[in-house]
């Protein structure tokens, strides 16, 4: 089976300090994504990457940033933490389409966190 | 660029009922697949049924099924004899055969009521 693994289940965090949000997949995906989800606007997409060091801007990359030194590995970093980042964030994986798979997503359990 | 719209936010079905979740999206593209997603209460968002755009035929799974109209754009969600265990925030999702990225509705919270 598929397992992504977030390093924090819930995170209290002061406003400006930096965060880190990390997410590791044992397996092999080329594709991993920081997804955040809020209530009455379903998931919304941060960043994605399809390979070691390469990442695009999704839907809402504003006050984030990411880095993905090894395949199996996807952080997700607020610079600078603000009180509308208070959220909960999800890591997805999933193979790469090009291969000819549905691209399908395999998720985190997510990481709440809470900016005051 | 793509939309998917889940126009309820909340659902509520009787246990052993059935019960279906709608979906709409938007695309000019002819090729894609569409997923259902399930967060159950505090766990993991897990994958429920899939349809690629080019087959007719609607997937099902079990007591899971979804009606595609493809002309119309909808995607529905059908659970028939609904149990406790399927409480939980169901998810549309859209992903362009080509593409990597899904974009997803705003999502139906599911009340079984036992």
């Known amino acids: 089976d598929v397992k992504v693994t977030q390093s924090s289940r819930y995170l209290v965090k002061r406003t400006g300090e930096k965060v880190f949000l990390e997410c590791v997949q044992d397996?092999?995906?080329?594709?991993m994504f920081w997804y955040r989800q809020d209530p009455g606007l379903g998931l919304r997409l941060i960043y994605f990457?399809?390979?070691?060091?390469?990442?695009e801007k999704g839907d809402i990359p504003e006050g984030y940033s990411v880095s993905r030194e090894k395949k199996e590995r996807f952080s997700l970093i607020l610079e600078s933490a603000s009180t509308n980042q208070t959220s909960m964030y999800l890591c997805?994986?999933?193979?790469?389409?090009?291969?000819?798979?549905?691209?399908?997503?395999?998720f985190g359990e997510g990481s709440r966190l809470t900016v005051l | 660029a793509q939309t998917v719209t889940q126009s309820q936010p909340e659902m509520s079905v009787q246990e052993a009922e059935t019960v279906t979740l709608s979906c709409t999206y938007d695309?000019?593209?002819?090729?894609?697949?569409l997923f259902w997603y399930k967060q159950p209460p505090s766990r993991q968002m897990i994958l429920v049924i899939r349809?690629?755009?080019?087959?007719?035929q609607n997937a099902t799974e079990n007591r899971f099924s979804v009606n595609f109209q493809k002309a119309a754009k909808s995607f529905s969600l059908k659970i028939s004899d609904s149990q406790l265990g399927d409480a939980a925030m169901y998810f549309c999702?859209?992903?362009?055969?080509?593409?990597?990225?899904?974009?997803f509705g705003e999502g139906t919270q599911l009340t079984v009521n036992p």
């Open positions: 997805a994986s999933s193979l790469n389409s090009a291969q000819g798979n549905t691209g399908e997503l395999f």
């Open positions: 349809q690629e755009a080019y087959k007719q």
């Open positions: 397996m092999d995906h080329e594709n």
């Open positions: 695309t000019s593209e002819s090729d894609y697949y």
């Open positions: 990457s399809y390979d070691v060091k390469m990442k």
């Open positions: 999702a859209y992903k362009e055969t080509s593409g990597s990225r899904l974009t």
